[in-house]
């Protein structure tokens, strides 16, 4: 069965840090891309960030360039994302999938993110 399993959210002041995880079962880790979205309330969901199935290649939504680092360990089928100088804007579920994933029902509860004084 496919599933991924965020973690890693909370609340955090503005200029703070956290680090998301997800964990993803149920198929091959390593041949796919992975994405991070987040979808903040009364809002689309958008694209985070993207890495390719080897880590080689990254892109970022211009939102969160230079502050986001998107990293993957295949060994532990965990795919990471690193949030540094947050901002209230940056408040929103996060969710990871596997790119062969984006139109299917296995999108995860996500975990929340508040950026908040």
């Known amino acids: 069965q496919v599933q991924f399993v965020e973690s890693g959210g909370g609340m955090v002041q503005p200029g703070g840090s956290l680090r998301l995880s997800c964990a993803a079962s149920?198929?091959?880790?390593?041949?796919?891309?992975m994405y991070w979205y987040r979808q903040a309330p009364g809002k689309e969901r958008e694209l985070v960030a993207s890495?390719?199935?080897?880590?080689?290649?990254?892109n970022y939504a211009d939102s969160v360039k230079g502050r986001f680092t998107i990293s993957r360990d295949n060994a532990k089928n965990t795919v990471y994302l690193q949030m540094n100088s947050l901002k209230p804007e940056d408040t929103a579920v996060y969710y990871c999938i596997a790119a062969t994933f984006l139109a299917s029902d296995y999108w995860g509860q996500g975990t929340q993110v508040t950026v908040s004084s």
């Open positions: 149920g198929f091959t880790f390593s041949r796919y891309a």
């Open positions: 890495i390719r199935s080897y880590g080689a290649y990254t």
